[in-house]
């Protein structure tokens, strides 16, 4: 399901190797890619470590890309994985009195 013939011939580029025209495929997804990290994670950092994922992962299974869904379906599943990756790998924050809900204290949560 590529959507033109210019990014079918990039496509088949990139897929042997040619990492300018990877670059142009997926220049245009970056930014929505990283927004969509950010969404998921809630953290500007671990959202640029899941977009780095995201473009390692999709230069490296390249090949793999048979063009039966869009690339930027591809793409974005590729990023979802790479968020809950992290996701589950992070360690939960714990968040200082000052940032819980409006009028309880570490006291009141305490003394319940």
């Known amino acids: 399901m590529v959507s033109s013939s210019a990014e079918a011939d990039q496509i088949t580029a990139a897929q042997h190797g040619d990492s300018a025209a990877f670059e142009r495929l997926v220049a ?34 390249l090949g793999g890309f048979e063009g039966r869904s869009s690339l930027r379906s591809w793409l974005y599943r590729i990023a979802t994985h790479a968020c809950l990756r992290l996701a589950a790998g992070r360690r939960r924050r714990i968040l200082s009195p000052e940032q819980g809900p409006p009028g309880r204290t570490c006291t009141t949560w305490a003394s319940r």
Do not use: F, I, N
Not at 32 to 51: F, I, K, N, T
């Open 28 to 61: 245009a997804h970056q930014a929505r890619l990283h927004a969509y990290c950010y969404r998921m994670l809630g953290s500007v950092q671990d959202a640029d470590d899941a977009l780095q994922e995201t473009l390692l992962a999709a230069w490296r299974g």
